[in-house]
């Protein structure tokens, strides 16, 4: 079992920026990819981004490239989303997320995931 430990939310106004960052323990052997996903109000969860182990490979949705940025520590098993020129559409709770494979492909039965963490971006 994954525990993910995330942070960073919060309330901004268009165009900031904020930093997500989240913390993996545990059965950290289970991290090859981390990521985000996000699910706004009355809205699908949605793929944000995710990366593999040693920053090996990355992927974006179309929404948010150019925008926001993802890093990894691998050997800290940490994860950060840097978000820059925010809109109120990227307004949601994000969730962290690890998985044994990788996630460009979304979410599998493997994948753990962090508590969620409010982003509001205020018009």
């Known amino acids: 079992q994954v525990q993910l430990d995330e942070s960073g939310g919060g309330l901004v106004q268009t165009g900031g920026s904020l930093r997500l960052s989240c913390a993996a323990s545990g059965r950290t052997s289970n991290t090859y990819a981390m990521g985000w996903f996000r699910q706004g109000p009355r809205k699908e969860r949605e793929f944000v981004a995710a990366?593999?182990?040693?920053?090996?490979?990355?992927k974006y949705a179309d929404s948010v490239k150019g925008r926001f940025t993802i890093s990894r520590n691998s050997p800290k098993n940490t994860v950060w989303l840097q978000m820059d020129s925010l809109k109120p559409e990227d307004t949601a709770v994000y969730f962290c997320?690890?998985?044994?494979?990788?996630?460009?492909?979304?979410?599998?039965?493997?994948?753990?995931w962090g508590q969620g963490t409010q982003v509001t971006v205020s018009s």
């Open positions: 997320a690890a998985d044994p494979d990788d996630l460009f492909a979304g979410p599998t039965p493997r994948t753990s």
């Open positions: 990366v593999t182990w040693g920053s090996r490979s990355s």
